[in-house]
């Protein structure tokens, strides 16, 4: 399963800051998800529990902010909002596959304690 994949690799990257700083909790976790990253957030949620559950990260709140996907047109170079993950140019309807942004899925910041 994708999300256990990702929250595992997610797990070892907030620990290791949680080290460095010399945390002892973990209470807020924010992520940033591009709406093309192809992730489904409730089950994130779902697997984040699974994976931090004995870690220092168990009682963290996880915040998902999600990334509005954008697209540059490669016949015009307009660059617009992808809609329901579709990258059709709205001026002149030509299909891009040129992502600007909405693949993010990265590990914003950390709130420890
Ligand atoms: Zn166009």
Not at 50 to 70: C, H
Not at 90 to 100: D, F, I, K, Q, V
Request: with cysteine; charged share 20%.
């Amino acid at each position: 399963m994708h999300e256990l994949t990702l929250m595992e690799a997610l797990r070892e990257q907030v620990l290791e800051q949680a080290k460095r700083h010399s945390a002892r909790c973990i209470e807020v976790i924010h992520l940033r998800i591009g709406s093309l990253a192809g992730v489904d957030p409730e089950a994130l949620e779902w697997t984040f529990a699974l994976v931090m559950a004995g870690s220092p990260a168990a009682e963290a709140w996880l915040q998902i902010e999600t990334v509005p996907a954008r697209c540059l047109c490669g016949i015009c170079a307009s660059s617009f909002e992808a809609e329901a993950g579709s990258c059709r140019c709205p001026r002149c309807g030509t299909a891009s596959n040129r992502p600007l942004q909405g693949l993010e899925l990265e590990l914003a910041s950390l709130e420890i304690r």
